[in-house]
């Protein structure tokens, strides 16, 4: 059974940092891409961050280039996303995904495992 399993998230000033993390399990986690999304309320879940297998080449959607990194850790079966100079806007539910064609994608329908989400809150 697959499992992946968010943390990392809390209250934050706006200008701090936050590092999120993933935990993956039940698959060979080296092969798949992996994004993080996220959905403030009353709005649709929106690409943050995409890694592919193999070589880890990143995307990043543009509102948060050049402050948020995606990284991996294939030997811990993890994902991370370090998250600099926020705003309150980046305030949202963060949830990190795996996608099995490995290519890190921006569209949330191809992923094909999620996890339960962590709440990013950032007080301005």
């Known amino acids: 059974q697959v499992q992946l399993v968010d943390a990392g998230g809390g209250l934050v000033q706006a200008g701090g940092s936050l590092r999120l993390s993933c935990a993956a399990s039940?698959?060979?986690?080296?092969?798949?891409?992996l994004g993080w999304f996220r959905q403030a309320p009353g709005k649709e879940r929106e690409f943050v961050a995409a890694i592919t297998w193999g070589v880890g080449r990143t995307y990043y959607a543009d509102s948060v280039k050049g402050r948020f990194t995606i990284s991996r850790d294939n030997a811990k079966n993890s994902v991370y996303l370090q998250m600099n100079s926020l705003k309150a806007e980046d305030t949202a539910v963060y949830y990190c995904?795996?996608?099995?064609w490995g290519v890190g994608t921006p569209k949330p329908d191809e992923y094909d495992y999620w996890g339960q989400g962590t709440q990013v809150t950032v007080s301005s």
């Open positions: 995904a795996a996608d099995r």
């Open positions: 039940g698959l060979t986690f080296s092969n798949y891409g």
